[in-house]
């Protein structure tokens, strides 16, 4: 079995596995546009809205605006730049988004422990 290692960084929340995965996979379903999978998302590589689930352990799922992502062939590469500019971290634009994107999921705004945060993490698929 061969693991991919992608790091991403963004703007969003991180959601209980658990309690969230039956509710995020019904959604993913019928919008594939928001999935973390190349096969199923031709704009996956792109700065935008993502869904990402920890499906080898069950321990995360991410609702987040991508601001920067690098595969795992590119992660040690010279040239690779995480550098975000602040404008980019205050996008009203990206934080909008990701907010009406939970909603859309669960049907109501947010309203858990952790507040919409930068978060940055090593994903295997």
Not at 20 to 39: A, T
Not at 56 to 63: A, E, F, H, L, S
Not at 68 to 90: A, N
Request: glycine share 6%; proline share 2%; with cysteine.
């Amino acid at each position: 079995m061969s693991v991919e290692l992608t790091h991403y960084l963004g703007i969003g929340f991180e959601l209980d596995y658990d309690e969230n995965i039956e509710k995020v996979d019904n959604f993913l379903d019928k919008h594939l546009e928001y999935s973390e999978y190349h096969f199923q998302n031709p704009n996956a590589n792109k700065p935008g809205l993502q869904i990402i689930t920890d499906g080898m352990d069950g321990n995360y799922i991410y609702v987040i605006y991508v601001l920067k992502k690098v595969e795992q062939d590119d992660l040690y590469s010279r040239g690779t730049d995480f550098s975000i500019c602040i404008p980019d971290l205050v996008n009203h634009h990206a934080i909008d988004a990701v907010w009406n994107l939970y909603h859309d999921i669960f049907g109501e705004y947010y309203d858990g422990d952790n507040a919409l945060c930068l978060v940055s993490f090593f994903h295997c698929t």
